[in-house]
């Protein structure tokens, strides 16, 4: 026992145990004011990038990045208290970097697409848009995905890298839009009475956009029916309101007028065979 007590008070294991733990504790205390001054700081940018009135998912987007960026710097500074050099962690880290570098290769392609439309931006929060396959208004965007919110209220959400890689289509990031209807009639009928009637239906109503004017003209002679293109013009937010408004007083109007809207038909004849022919 005594000569336990001898080699303990010469190893100086009470030392390196008193040195570790007093690291141990300042390393707990920078992790510590670390993450609360990274905090601090994602808090005190995203105030004042909405003080410029930037875009509220340009703003989500950076403050992560910010905070991600502190923290990894506090982690290693809390590492080097306890006495592991940087070059190695560094070293290590970039071994471990590959490794799951090479395995979420997917996931690091939708975090490149995540920064490239926060760059870009070709949409913003509420906006409506189709991509990947899919249409609705964009609710969040995060660091490999955005959330999207269709009409009937689903949520879908959609990775970054698949919407970068598509044609992205924004209906709302214009003020206004045209509307492309098509109406057929009769052969019969008096196509300038028709076309008179499409005009007067689009310039009366009280939505529709005196600039650009609206634009009546034929563009088919079909199978069944002579085809009108009627484009008029109205502000985005009214769009589906005044279309369906205009479709249904343009059916009215023309039938009230004599004028024939054609469907698809077919005639069958029949024969009847005489027994012996």
């Given amino acids: 026992m005594e000569q336990f007590k001898t080699w303990y008070a010469d190893s100086g294991i009470t030392d390196i145990l008193i040195t570790f733990g007093f690291n141990l504790l300042i390393?707990?205390?920078?992790?510590?004011?670390?993450?609360?001054?990274?905090?601090?700081?994602?808090?005190?940018?995203?105030?004042?990038?909405?003080k410029k009135e930037m875009d509220d998912i340009l703003v989500d987007f950076i403050g992560t990045i910010i905070w991600w960026l502190i923290l990894a710097i506090t982690f290693v500074a809390a590492l080097q208290k306890l006495g592991i050099p940087a070059t190695s962690l560094v070293a290590v880290l970039g071994a471990a970097g590959l490794a799951i570098g090479l395995a979420l290769k997917d996931s690091l392609s939708n975090f490149a697409a995540?920064?490239?439309?926060?760059?870009?931006?070709?949409f913003a929060k509420g906006d409506f848009v189709e991509a990947a396959g899919e249409s609705g208004s964009v609710e969040e965007i995060h660091l490999v995905n955005t959330l999207i919110v269709?009409?009937?209220?689903?949520?879908?959400?959609?990775?970054?890298?698949?919407?970068?890689?598509?044609?992205?289509i924004n209906y709302?990031?214009?003020?206004?839009?045209?509307?492309?209807?098509?109406?057929?009639v009769g052969y019969g009928d008096d196509l300038k009475v028709a076309a008179e009637i499409l005009m007067r239906v689009c310039t009366e109503h009280p939505k529709v956009l005196?600039?650009?004017?609206?634009?009546v003209l034929i563009t088919a002679l079909?199978?069944?029916?002579?085809?009108f293109w009627v484009r008029p013009w109205t502000a985005t937010s009214d769009y589906w309101v005044v279309r369906a408004e205009i479709m249904e007083k343009a059916k009215a109007e023309l039938e009230a007028a004599g004028c024939n809207?054609?469907?698809?038909?077919?005639?069958?004849?029949?024969h009847e065979v005489k027994e012996g022919e």
Avoid: C, Y
């Avoid at 995540?114 to 070709?122: A, Q």
């Avoid at 009937?152 to 970054?160: A, C, Q």
């Avoid at 709302?172 to 057929?184: A, L, Q, V």
């Fill in 114 to 122: 995540g920064v490239m439309l926060v760059m870009f931006r070709p």
């Fill in 172 to 184: 709302t990031t214009r003020d206004t839009r045209r509307i492309d209807m098509e109406f057929g």
């Fill in 27 to 50: 390393a707990l205390v920078i992790l510590f004011l670390g993450m609360r001054l990274g905090r601090f700081t994602q808090h005190w940018a995203e105030k004042v990038m909405r």
């Fill in 210 to 215: 005196k600039d650009p004017a609206p634009v």
């Fill in 150 to 168: 269709t009409p009937d209220n689903r949520e879908i959400t959609l990775p970054n890298g698949a919407i970068w890689n598509s044609p992205i």
């Fill in 261 to 270: 809207i054609p469907f698809p038909q077919r005639d069958v004849h029949i």
């Fill in 222 to 227: 079909a199978d069944s029916s002579v085809n």
